[in-house]
């Protein structure tokens, strides 16, 4: 029987994963048995319900690069060609047409689609492929024999590899709670509702897309200046050329990189950077102001919320405090936010398979061409945490076809699929 691949979030990466199952099952053969976790709904993160955006944000990547993208499968010998055309059948064009709304993109130069537009696209193939998808949200992520236990409130889902997937939540700030800091949930809460943001000085915290959607917004509400806070020396612009683009769609070539050389790359087209489209618009306007340093703490004083700032300068750690009316806690996604749920079990053979302490940098030095922790069994796939090792384009939109062929290609040992248990073996939150 097949493996199965539980996968945490029904996003851009669980959909094309799910989907390309789908279509060589269809095709007669043996594929993962792939099982979405999704404690909203399909796509949630693209929507006003995911908290991550309003939906009216513009997509910051060309939307050709779909859950097939680049369109060069490797997994079928000789029938490539033949999976490639298939998928193509779920392409961003495949939907437009079936939804009688290509011509009318086009003949409007191929815009980017809003947020919304593209959730609606990613829950059309979830439904064409009949996609499985558990809803409950994870409470934790144990080891059952030589296979994963993901908990939610109701199931648990025994699984041979577990994919996580999404951003972490958009609930957290620097100062929780408190009227005068937002957290991005709240930001694009009042963003969807139409609730206009009045104050003189205002913060944004971050220095990348999450960031910069959120000042795209900003400028349409009243405010007297806007002040960026990041740890870069100024607002750097992605690039966005055919060399720098290829990086993403391509990884050939990366791992012949030195690991210095792939940290320079990465920051300088992925890593705290702004869009040339957003870049556009900051530059029009001139309530813009950046502000370099790593916020430190927050506390309210005064009626406004002092920032303490750590900046490096010539290897002399510099403090300072600023004040603001309103702080906006944009610093953006978070890569380990899983790791809060992983019982003492997960904890003890993620760090026996590493040879050492568990750590951000540890893992993402060990992400193995599958998109694993390399020596870790049953499989624990990190797309978002793959970045360094095996290229850019994996941890966001830029390659989702080529993600799933390694993640699908992957061996997942000798594993079988279980049914879903309910109600059973509850333990508790370690």
Known sequence: MSPRLAVIGAGAKGVAVAAKAAVLRDMGVDAPEVVVVERAEVAANWAAVGGWTDGQQRLGTSPEKDI????????????????????TRLSWQSYLISTGQFADWVDRGRPAPT???WSQYLRWVADSVGISVVTGEVQRISVDGDRWAVHTDETVLCADGVMVTGPGQAERSILPGHPRVLSIAQFWHRAAEHERISAERVAVIGGGETAASMLNELFRHRVSTITVI??????????ESFFENTLFSD????????LEERRDAMARTDRGVFSARVQDALLADDRIRHLRGRVAHAVPRDG????????????????????FDLVIDGSGADALWFLPLLGQDALDLIELGLGGPLTGEALEESIGYDLAVAGVAPKLFLPGLSGLNQGPGFP???????LSDRVLGADFGAGHPAPLRRNVERQPLR
């Not at 990041?230 to 690039?239: A, C, K, N, Y």
């Open 68 to 87: 097939g993208f680049p369109y060069r499968s490797s997994l079928v010998r000789r029938r490539n060609a033949e999976l490639d055309e298939r998928m």
């Open 115 to 117: 947020h919304l537009r």
């Open 230 to 239: 990041s740890p870069s020396v100024t607002l750097f612009t992605r690039g």
């Open 251 to 258: 990884p050939t070539g990366w791992t012949g990189l030195t």
């Open 304 to 323: 406004r919320i002092r920032l303490t700032l750590n900046t490096d300068r010539g290897g002399e750690r510099l403090e300072t405090v600023h004040g």
């Open 396 to 402: 966001n939109l830029s390659c989702l076809g080529l």
